[in-house]
């Protein structure tokens, strides 16, 4: 479907199985710009990330899932912990974060909501609707550490 308005056309069809749609920036002259979910995605996890108080995203498969790769020198994937749904000209975004220790949980969200919104929407002209925020667990320091002395000593149980 294309809706035309003095010089500016609009395109609002999705790509179907692609998960790629149009954006609300549309066709101007000439042309289509097509944005990917998974593009949104990795916008709202770097935003996300950007925080001062988000230690990880993801729940607990997905980390597990991300520090394998880590180990296997894989690059990060940005997406973790973030899903999103995008439309013709608007996205809704579910995050599901770590929050460290001692950082007021409902200040965090107010700054991850905020920081997401205005780099998605500045990034691909898409209005966000909504930045859902789940809280899955909270960092504490010396968490790593004993995580990861679990792991080598897991290690060496198996080699013999």
């Given at each position: 479907?294309?809706?035309?308005?003095?010089?500016?056309?609009?395109?609002?069809?999705p790509v179907?199985g692609?998960?790629?749609?149009a954006?609300?920036?549309g066709?101007v002259?000439?042309g289509?710009?097509?944005?990917?979910?998974?593009?949104v995605?990795k916008?709202a996890?770097?935003?996300?990330?950007?925080i001062?108080?988000?230690?990880?995203?993801?729940?607990?498969?997905?980390?597990?899932?991300g520090?394998?790769?880590d180990?296997?020198?894989?690059?990060t994937?940005?997406s973790?912990g973030?899903?999103v749904?995008?439309?013709?000209?608007?996205?809704a975004v579910d995050?599901?974060i770590?929050a460290?220790?001692?950082?007021?949980i409902?200040?965090?969200a107010?700054?991850i909501r905020?920081?997401?919104i205005?780099?998605v929407?500045?990034?691909?002209?898409l209005?966000?609707?909504?930045?859902?925020?789940?809280?899955?667990?909270?960092?504490l320091e010396?968490?790593?550490?004993?995580?990861?002395?679990?792991?080598?000593?897991?290690?060496?149980?198996h080699?013999?």
């Open positions: 479907m294309t809706t035309t308005t003095s010089k500016k056309t609009t395109a609002v069809a179907t692609t998960g790629v749609v954006d609300s920036t066709v002259d000439g289509r710009t097509s944005i990917a979910d998974v593009v995605s916008i996890g770097i935003a996300t990330r950007e001062s108080g988000v230690y990880d995203l993801g729940g607990t498969a997905a980390r597990t899932v520090m394998i790769r180990r296997i020198g894989t690059k994937n940005l973790q973030v899903s749904e995008v439309g013709e000209t608007q996205a995050l599901q770590i460290e220790y001692g950082v007021s409902a200040d965090l107010t700054a905020g920081n997401v205005s780099a929407e500045r990034m691909t002209g209005e966000v609707t909504e930045v859902n925020i789940s809280v899955s667990d909270v960092h010396g968490d790593d550490e004993t995580t990861d002395e679990a792991e080598s000593g897991l290690a060496e149980r080699v013999q």
